[in-house]
């Protein structure tokens, strides 16, 4: 059956919905001047013709009814088309980004490779682990967080970051908020790295190299960190929810609190900010996290009375 005629008020309804997003969306700051310069736009035009129309008994409402259906067709044409323009314009930079992953991904395999002189065959010092790790922080700028924890993963599984062999060096590597949950970084070398907000929920990072590395915001959920060494680590507001913090060395880290510590799943073992090592079957006569605990309440207690 045909559908009726919607009324004025649908009409005006519809307009609003081009022009105000819905709740969830956060709208950006063009949109929203863009929005204010259509309003001014339409109120000066209606009060123009409001005006125009006054001797010859048109009113505002009759200019309003006359305007609604042609505006509500402009301004979705022109909504449809910025949409378009995004779409293309994104598509276009995921295939920059996958470019430039596939590049990259293509000269370093093409390092390894090399007869004359092979990347994992080469020292410390080298040319070509010179060249490789330049490509590498070179790329990592250009890469999301999803190309970014891609191109972390194919140098782990290249044996490229390896803590006992680091061929390629990624001190001082922006890795800020890279996605790399549910990653494979066992005995990783990853000192000194950016990795603020990084997105690690249930990475394996058993016996990995974490010293001077940043992680604040770092999503650790769930993580495997047993036996890591976290030294002079950033850990402010960082995740460690069911994290398993068994034998890691955590001395000096900075920014960690005891909420932080006691919401992990296991810290047997551990080597606590202040160098204690808590009980375990090798340090059976070490405190339980309880018992650091309360010794560290009590000794700021006491320093606040001094």
Known sequence: MPQEPKSQRERAADLVSLLVPEPDQRPTLQQVLWTIRIVLVIVVLLG????IGLPFGITLWSWVKLLIIPGVLVIGGYLFTRSENRATQAASERRAQAEA???YLDQI???LLDKEQPLRQSKEGDEVRTLARARTLTVITRLDRFGRGSAVQFLYESGLIRKDNPIIDLKGADLRETYLQGANLREAYLQEVYLDGAHLLGANLRGAD??????????LAGAALQGADLRWALLEEANLFRADLSGADLRETFG????QLSAARSLKGATMPDGQTLRDDETPNGPTFADWYKNRVRRKEYRENE
């Open 109 to 111: 395999g093409q390092l």
């Open 256 to 259: 960690g609190t005891v909420d």
């Open 48 to 51: 123009i013709l409001t005006l």
């Open 101 to 103: 992953l596939q590049a």
């Open 210 to 219: 974490l010293q001077w590395t940043w992680l604040s915001e770092a999503n």
